[in-house]
């Protein structure tokens, strides 16, 4: 099987004015290769790219320079986006269908057999929960339900690669449920999926590999679980009865230290924690607790970003 | 490919009739062509003429105005909407999506037109008027002017806002019936700029008046059919030269 997605120096600086003149730099040489049956997210801040990387994917952008394949080909090819699902940040189907129509649209451009489109849209919008709305028409529909179609849509020709942009932004807890319920179904059927979010425990949840993006380049990049072990592991001392002075005095390494009412919170790395808790004792000083700090998604992605130089928001203007 | 243009088309046409701007426009049409019989009240001598002038005119009339209410409107709406993003990421290319949009648009106003053409010759059998076959040539040329300005429509549409789309449609419009006049009235100068300025107006943008064979019905007058022929390959050949234009800058777009 052909590599679903393969992204390789990918940039993409949009012009904008009257003139033309005024440029923002939103993708900077992406470099991205997703396997089969992998779960991938794209994660980072507003403007970091996320959407232009799968808009490039999807042929909706031209890319300034650099390549995109789908499957091996190009995404301006048609016959290869038969083999793609894609749901677009906010989806915004035809109001004047109903879901059932919207959805029977898809299975036609899909290329569904004639003799399947019903039996399948139906199927599609019964997993999903929208069976009963499914002659309603979508001007009706809350966002949740739309968010639904648009799945149903995505899905309903049996694509081997589904590409969701930003597909939990702004769902109540019940619709991220079942974005997430959806997402791991896909990759029970053997799917690929891309999503991009910047919504963190859901990456952490449902992604095998994740990549960070800021200001259009990738600054990490890895599985997710090999991205929180490589970090260095900290501890979290809490200690009592020793002011930060004297604490600080003991001459360790010392992350951070905060201080509340009258106890002191520490992070350090474990090698310094064992000598500092000997030191406090020896101080006559009390350790309230000593914990291994866990990592997460979140930290790597703070992490990521404060390290990035240019931290704007919505790409970086030219 | 046949399944995807027509599932495309067909659906441009469900919008239309769904939409209630079409409804009531083409409620308002089929008053303003029973309403024509009241004004012929007015005449004495030249009833049928003036039937056919007011009946004629005011079908082309609301047709021209759906025409480019539709056409001006219809890509950049799905763009600023996005309603685009789902189709145009599906197997898909961006010239048949566009052309087949075109093609339900022109189902849209074909079925209007054979509506109120209908109901016109319902009122003329009504009141005795003969229908001649140069009546039914002027009705047929509207489709052909429908074509020809839905066109510029989406040409404009395929990259500027609905606002310049639907401006730059109605100038052609005005352009494409008063261009024999202004290429006469620039002879006439002697001024080699403007002489030459009206035979680019004249040769350049679409000559409507070509397409209106209106007056002739008016005054059962027959067009020959080496005329009208040659005025239909013309729009077809025109409107097919605007669409490659439209599909070669609709490839190009970015949708943000």
């Known amino acids: 099987m052909a590599t679903p997605i393969e992204l390789h120096a990918l940039s993409k600086t949009y012009r904008l004015g009257f003139l033309m003149n005024r440029q923002v730099r939103a993708l900077d040489g992406l470099d991205m290769v997703i396997q089969p049956g992998q779960v991938y997210g794209l994660l980072g801040p507003n403007g970091a790219g996320k959407s232009t990387a799968i808009k490039i994917v999807m042929n909706l952008v031209q890319a300034t320079s650099g390549t995109a394949q789908l499957f091996g080909k190009p995404p301006t090819n048609t016959e290869v986006r038969r083999l793609v699902g894609f749901v677009p940040e906010n989806p915004a189907p035809y109001e004047y269908l109903t879901g059932r129509e919207f959805v029977q649209l898809a299975a036609d451009l899909g290329g569904v057999p004639v003799s399947e489109v019903h039996d399948r849209t139906m199927e ?5 929960g929208m069976g009963r709305a499914a ?22 020709h049996r694509p081997q690669l589904l590409i969701l942009d930003e597909p939990t932004s702004g769902l109540d807890p019940v619709g991220r449920r079942l974005v997430r319920d959806f997402i791991f179904a896909e990759r029970n059927r053997g799917t690929t999926v891309l999503f991009c979010t910047h919504i963190i425990p859901d990456v952490e949840t449902l992604c095998d590999r994740v990549a960070v993006l800021v200001n259009g380049r990738r600054v990490r990049e890895g599985k997710v679980a090999e991205l929180l072990t490589a970090s260095i592991p900290q501890v979290e001392v809490v200690v009592e009865g020793l002011s930060e002075e004297r604490l600080r005095s003991f001459g360790r390494t010392l992350d951070e230290v905060q201080t509340l009412e009258a106890r002191l919170v520490v992070r350090c790395r474990g090698s310094e924690a064992q000598l500092l808790v000997g030191q406090v004792l020896q101080a006559d000083g009390r350790i309230l607790s000593l914990q291994p700090v866990r990592f997460t998604l979140e930290d790597l992605f703070l992490q990521a970003l404060s390290e990035a130089k240019h931290g704007t928001v919505g790409g970086e203007i030219l | 490919m ?32 029973l309403s024509s019989s009241l004004i012929t009240d007015i005449t004495i001598a030249t009833f049928d003429r003036v039937l056919i002038d007011i009946g004629l005119g005011g079908m082309s009339f609301i047709l021209v ?33 566009l052309v087949a949009r075109l093609a339900g648009n022109m189902l849209t106003l074909t079925a209007l037109q054979l509506l109120m053409g209908g109901l016109l010759l319902l009122e003329f059998w009504v009141f005795k008027t003969a229908i001649t076959w140069p009546i039914i040539l002027g009705i047929g040329m509207v489709w052909f002017e429908l074509l020809l300005l839905s066109s510029v429509g989406f040409l404009m549409s395929s ?8 401006f730059v449609t109605v100038s052609m419009f005005f352009i494409g019936h008063l261009s024999g006049d202004i290429y006469g009235l620039a002879r006439r100068s002697k001024n080699v700029a403007l002489q030459g300025l009206g035979k680019v107006v004249y040769y350049v943008l679409p000559n409507l008046e070509r ?15 080496s005329v009208w022929l040659a005025s239909g390959v013309y729009a077809l050949a025109y409107s097919a030269i605007l669409v490659w234009l439209a599909i070669l800058l609709f490839r190009r777009r970015d949708f943000r």
């Open chain 1, 124 to 128: 599609v919008l019964e997993s999903l």
């Open chain 2, 65 to 97: 105005l759906l025409a480019i209410f539709l056409s001006t409107g219809l890509l950049s709406r799905e763009i600023e909407r996005r309603t685009i993003f789902m189709v145009v990421t599906k197997p898909v290319s961006r010239g048949l999506f």
């Open chain 2, 2 to 33: 046949i399944r995807s243009f027509s599932a495309i088309a067909f659906n441009g046409f469900r919008e239309a009739r769904r939409n209630r701007v079409t409804l009531v426009l083409a409620f308002f049409a089929g008053l303003l062509l």
């Open chain 2, 159 to 166: 990259f500027a806002g609905p606002m310049t789309a639907a």
């Open chain 2, 211 to 225: 397409l209106n064979l209106r007056p002739q019905a008016s005054y059962g007058i027959v067009t020959p059919a």
């Open chain 1, 135 to 156: 002659d309603l028409q979508i001007r009706r529909y809350s966002k949740g339900m739309i968010q639904r179609v648009a799945l149903a849509q995505a899905v309903v």
